[in-house]
């Protein structure tokens, strides 16, 4: 059973930083796209950071970048986002995503479609005090 467990969100201040986690069980960590997306109260959930194994080719939407970096440790089974400069606009619960691939020559550039995404965390709830 695939699963992904998020961690690392809580409270902080504007202008802080925060990495969460996301850990990965339940299949070879190897193929892989990894994204994280976030949902805001009252808004629709947004890809806010993605990961393709073997190019490492990342992408980010226009409101995180610079600020957000993310990154993937094949050998532990783990995803990164590195949060810094945080703003209150970034407050949304923040939820990891994965697609598998069988074989490296079947990745894809990785893309915010959720539809794609096979497997999704419980997320964790991130809040930026202004």
């Known amino acids: 059973e695939v699963q992904l467990v998020e961690s690392g969100g809580g409270l902080v201040q504007a202008g802080g930083s925060l990495r969460l986690s996301c850990a990965a069980s339940?299949?070879?960590?190897?193929?892989?796209?990894i994204g994280w997306f976030r949902q805001a109260p009252g808004k629709d959930r947004e890809g806010i950071a993605c990961?393709?194994?073997?190019?490492?080719?990342?992408s980010y939407a226009d409101s995180v970048k610079g600020r957000f970096t993310i990154s993937a440790d094949n050998a532990k089974s783990v995803a990164h986002l590195q949060m810094n400069s945080l703003k209150p606009e970034d407050t949304a619960v923040y939820y990891c995503?994965?697609?598998?691939?069988?074989?490296?020559?079947?990745?894809?550039?990785?893309?915010?479609?959720?539809?794609?995404?096979?497997?999704w965390g419980q997320g964790t709830q991130v809040t930026v005090s202004s």
């Open positions: 339940g299949f070879t960590f190897r193929h892989y796209t």
């Open positions: 990961i393709s194994s073997g190019s490492d080719y990342t």
């Open positions: 995503a994965v697609i598998t691939y069988q074989y490296l020559s079947l990745v894809r550039v990785c893309m915010f479609s959720e539809d794609d995404y096979e497997y």
